[in-house]
């Protein structure tokens, strides 16, 4: 289940049950950028004010008892790769991201690691035993190209088991909002080797409507996780163009986008 937070700051925010680490889903919400950008942006390459965005990681870092160079971020190209890191790879605030990866696992503790979306499903994923942690960025072309089956299987290699995973989807765009042509079910039926029922719906105009969370829990299920470890947000991104960034919400009506971020870390036992 997904519970709704506010920071003394305001910063809103969100968590799952299933997650035994320290764990947050941001929303565009608790911020300090203005105009477009408002209020909670962590994009740094979008045209908004570099002092807000910060500030807006200041916000989000306390999350994590963490300050703004104590954390590993992504470099998202929607590739498939999951990239290990370490206290060494930290990320100096208001740098460039040298390293190119859609999703980051640790086994080190109290090192947070955060994946990016704005309509993409942010997908939090810890080892229940402490092993590891991993933060990942599916869209659709990373999910077909198996980045969850190459997070999940970075953290076996630093002693997970799949039984003992639990994984968080967090606010996405959904099935209401996620048109395609005809080349994102193929997609999706080759990734899933042909287990689709009920992902997709068929429109009279020859469009898809297609479930890319669902998508991504059936993966989760085939590399071996429990149903009952999987936690999935209901909200869709592209109906609540108030509450987070949609990058197709916002391209359609000429908007400046921002995005969001969601960050895991392991904590001492």
């Known amino acids: 289940m997904f519970t709704e937070h506010q920071t003394a700051e305001g910063l809103v925010y969100l968590t799952s049950s299933v997650l035994p680490a320290r764990h947050a889903f941001s929303t565009r919400l608790g911020g300090v ?27 989000w870092c306390t999350l994590f008892d963490a300050g703004v160079d104590d954390c ?11 990239r290990p890191v370490t206290g060494a790879d930290r990320h100096i605030c208001m740098t460039d991201e040298p ?21 993409c499903v942010p997908v939090l994923l810890c080892d229940s035993e402490g092993k590891a942690v991993a933060a990942v960025h599916c869209g659709w072309k990373s999910s ?12 076996e290699k630093r002693g997970a088991k ?6 968080a989807l967090g ?48 993966r989760l299920l085939q590399l071996g996780l429990k149903a009952e470890n999987i936690d999935v947000s209901e909200e869709c991104t592209m109906c609540k163009p108030d509450k987070y960034w949609s990058a197709r919400y916002t391209a359609r009506h000429k908007l400046v986008r921002g995005s969001m971020v969601a960050g895991i870390a392991l904590k001492e036992r």
């Open 171 to 218: 606010p996405a765009i959904g099935r209401c909002c996620f048109e395609t042509d005809r080349d994102v079910p193929d997609a999706v039926t080759a990734y899933l080797s042909g287990e689709t029922d009920g992902l997709w719906t068929l429109r009279e105009d020859g469009k898809y409507m297609v479930d890319l969370r669902l998508a991504n829990v059936r």
């Open 33 to 59: 950028s203005r105009g477009g950008f408002e209020t909670f942006n962590i994009s740094l390459n979008r045209g908004d004010d570099p002092e807000a965005v910060c500030e807006n990681y200041r916000r």
């Open 99 to 119: 390293v190119e990866a859609d999703g980051l696992v640790t086994s080190e503790k109290n090192l947070p690691i955060f994946c990016f979306t704005a309509d």
């Open 72 to 82: 590993c971020v992504t470099n998202q190209i929607h590739e498939a790769y999951v």
């Open 162 to 167: 799949p039984e003992n995973i639990c994984a």
């Open 144 to 155: 077909v190209r198996d980045i969850l089956g190459n997070a999940v299987r970075e953290m």
